[in-house]
């Protein structure tokens, strides 16, 4: 049985055919937010309802506990000096692991109010942080049940200086998040709208436009449960979304080419490997490789 439904012949070029899942960790509650480091060769990933935060290693395939408790860590990347950046469901943060192993708080409000619970969030060319602030850490499964810590749900900016910027707040739920190659995209998908929502950036690094790209369907019914998540970019430009039934990838022009179906939902992934041709996929319950064709763009630290 074929792991893949092809929508466009162009989606034979980045994949593998005959390509099957490799299981490389199970036996979790909620995998989230992998993040490959390309100079030390492993993967960090999340299990929110556990509160634990682990690292897979390339060179001896062994998964070790990172950070425990990780106050419910959803979404993960590193920063331009390769320090690891972390969604905190339960605390309603943005903080950074430190060398040292200390914690930073980059952000945990909002002109005085709470944060609702930071998600997933990416770094562009300026060092400024983005990331979303739906109120998925504030429900049962994937957080703690509160009243929201804000009267909307939002796209932030932590520049630079540490300020902090709200970029739109009209999102029901938003959710993953990726820059363009070139990095003067930013795609934003909102789970709640079933849609990828795109931002043109300029060259000091600010934010225009945010209309509907593209719209992760089950047009069939076939796929399953499923709507938009993880988010990631391959070096042609094409954006891999998670959706109905697995990983739906569309070209530049929002063209959909296919979708990878997955063994459980792929609330987030990344690719990685010396070749950057693996895809690394927090599937539920487990965390899981796929070889593919189209290496993924290279994200910091270069």
Known sequence: MSIYRIVDECFRVLIVADATFETLAEGFR??????????HRHVTFTDIPSSCIHRWHAGSGETEVLRDPSFMTNGTC????????????????????????????????????????????VVDAHDA??????????EAATGVVRDPGLPFRGLFRINADGSLDLIDDDY????????????????????????????????????????VFAETLDDDGSLGYGSPDGMKIDSAGNVWCAGPGGIHVF??????????????????FCFGGDDMCSLFVAAGTT????PVVCPGQVTYPL
Do not use: K
């Open 78 to 121: 590193y920063d331009r000096q390769g320090r690891l950046l972390m969604c905190e469901h339960e605390s309603s943060r943005v903080t950074r692991l430190e060398d040292d192993g200390g914690i930073t708080v980059l952000a945990d409000n909002w002109e005085g109010q709470e944060l609702n619970s930071p998600n997933d969030i």
């Open 30 to 39: 909620f995998t989230e937010g992998p993040t490959w480091h390309p100079v």
């Open 129 to 138: 942080i983005w990331f979303t602030d739906p109120l998925y850490g504030r």
């Open 172 to 211: 029901d739920g938003p959710n993953g998040l990726c820059f363009s190659p070139d990095r003067r995209r930013l795609y934003v998908n909102d789970s709640e709208r079933q849609h990828v929502r795109v931002y043109e950036i300029d060259d000091a690094g600010q934010a225009s436009g945010g209309g």
């Open 251 to 268: 070209d530049p022009t929002a063209a959909l080419l296919g979708v990878v179906l997955t063994p459980q939902f792929p609330a987030n």
């Open 287 to 290: 965390f899981v490789r796929l």
